[in-house]
């Protein structure tokens, strides 16, 4: 059994890290809130994108647009995108079981952030490229990691490009995805995807609302402004995808250590019990002692 002394160390050292966990979880909280609404304030945009993507590509051919060009093979580069810090529960673990999965021989990989490089080094999987972006990133960064993925399709290199992130839905639910980037097929990032088979067309019976209610006009022509469009659509989509994993980060970094707080609280009640019932006993010992020697005197 354990001491007073022993136990009041315990006490000490849960009482430490209780403190060390708070103040990690009201900066997650705070980095949470602007994350979720940087996240949510640019999903109009991606699905006004979608929308334009959708009816461009119905008015004109795969061949307008080599971006649009489906093809046959199975070389894949994959975008996984985690966090550079840990402690943030099962976020990344989640996202590599799924990119695991889904590995074939004929998949290569570009990492953005740390754990992921981490982890895809550690198997021995073919990592091609790595970027470093900042917290929260910034746009440019994003299309660095667009243009790299774009480069590499068009040479041919690979015959699709998808990216691996974590989808936020809530501050207590987020959602590993992996989404076919190249060829360009409609992505409908910050919903509730647990209905669409990962990895599939996500948007194949879905037809956007402006295209029921009338096609778009195009200026001088659906082919120019294709053009123009697709690389914003491919580097914002990119650019989203960073948003929601920042988003799910800090989320999971939140509850993470609000839980990590609350399980030290409650293991330091259960030692400052356990002190007392100990504390108790040794004094109820003492004064048994001392009244046995007065009654031996008498």
């Given at each position: 059994m354990a001491n007073t002394q022993d136990i009041r160390r315990r006490i000490k050292s849960v009482s430490n890290t209780a403190q060390i966990t708070n103040a990690m979880q009201l900066v997650a909280a705070s980095k949470m809130k602007k994350a979720q609404s940087v996240a949510t304030a640019g999903r109009p945009y991606a699905d006004l994108l979608n929308d334009v993507l959708v009816n461009l590509k119905a008015n004109t051919d795969e061949e307008d647009h080599p971006l649009l060009e489906e093809r046959g093979g199975e070389k894949t580069l994959v975008i996984v995108i985690t966090t550079d810090k840990g402690l943030c529960g099962g976020l990344n673990t989640n996202l590599m079981r799924k990119v695991t999965e889904?590995?074939?021989?004929?998949?290569?990989?570009?990492?953005?952030?740390?754990?992921?490089?981490?982890?895809?080094?550690?198997?021995?999987?073919?990592?091609?490229?790595?970027?470093?972006?900042?917290?929260?990133?910034?746009?440019?960064?994003?299309?660095?990691?667009?243009?790299?993925?774009?480069?590499?399709?068009?040479?041919?290199?690979?015959?699709?490009?998808?990216?691996?992130?974590?989808?936020f839905i809530t501050t207590l639910s987020q959602e590993p995805m992996i989404e076919t980037l190249l060829p360009i097929r409609p992505i409908d990032l910050g919903r509730d995807k647990g209905f669409v088979s990962v990895g599939g067309n996500a948007q194949a019976d879905v037809v956007p609302h402006d295209v029921v209610e009338g096609e778009y006009l195009f200026e001088p022509s659906a082919g120019s402004v294709l053009g123009t469009v697709v690389p914003q659509y491919v580097n914002y989509q990119v650019f989203q995808m960073m948003q929601e994993s920042r988003a799910s980060e800090h989320s999971s970094r939140m509850v993470a250590m609000k839980s990590?707080?609350?399980?030290?609280?409650?293991?330091?009640?259960?030692?400052?019990?356990?002190?007392?019932?100990i504390r108790q006993a040794a004094i109820t010992t003492e004064l048994l002692d001392i009244t046995t020697a007065m009654r031996a005197l008498d």
């Amino acid at each position: 059994m354990a001491n007073t002394q022993d136990i009041r160390r315990r006490i000490k050292s849960v009482s430490n890290t209780a403190q060390i966990t708070n103040a990690m979880q009201l900066v997650a909280a705070s980095k949470m809130k602007k994350a979720q609404s940087v996240a949510t304030a640019g999903r109009p945009y991606a699905d006004l994108l979608n929308d334009v993507l959708v009816n461009l590509k119905a008015n004109t051919d795969e061949e307008d647009h080599p971006l649009l060009e489906e093809r046959g093979g199975e070389k894949t580069l994959v975008i996984v995108i985690t966090t550079d810090k840990g402690l943030c529960g099962g976020l990344n673990t989640n996202l590599m079981r799924k990119v695991t999965e889904a590995s074939t021989n004929e998949t290569s990989y570009v990492t953005v952030g740390r754990k992921g490089r981490q982890t895809l080094a550690r198997l021995q999987k073919d990592l091609v490229a790595d970027f470093e972006v900042s917290d929260p990133a910034e746009f440019a960064e994003a299309k660095l990691v667009a243009k790299f993925a774009v480069d590499q399709f068009l040479e041919g290199k690979y015959d699709k490009v998808q990216v691996a992130f974590t989808n936020f839905i809530t501050t207590l639910s987020q959602e590993p995805m992996i989404e076919t980037l190249l060829p360009i097929r409609p992505i409908d990032l910050g919903r509730d995807k647990g209905f669409v088979s990962v990895g599939g067309n996500a948007q194949a019976d879905v037809v956007p609302h402006d295209v029921v209610e009338g096609e778009y006009l195009f200026e001088p022509s659906a082919g120019s402004v294709l053009g123009t469009v697709v690389p914003q659509y491919v580097n914002y989509q990119v650019f989203q995808m960073m948003q929601e994993s920042r988003a799910s980060e800090h989320s999971s970094r939140m509850v993470a250590m609000k839980s990590a707080t609350d399980n030290a609280n409650d293991m330091i009640k259960d030692l400052k019990l356990e002190y007392n019932k100990i504390r108790q006993a040794a004094i109820t010992t003492e004064l048994l002692d001392i009244t046995t020697a007065m009654r031996a005197l008498d």
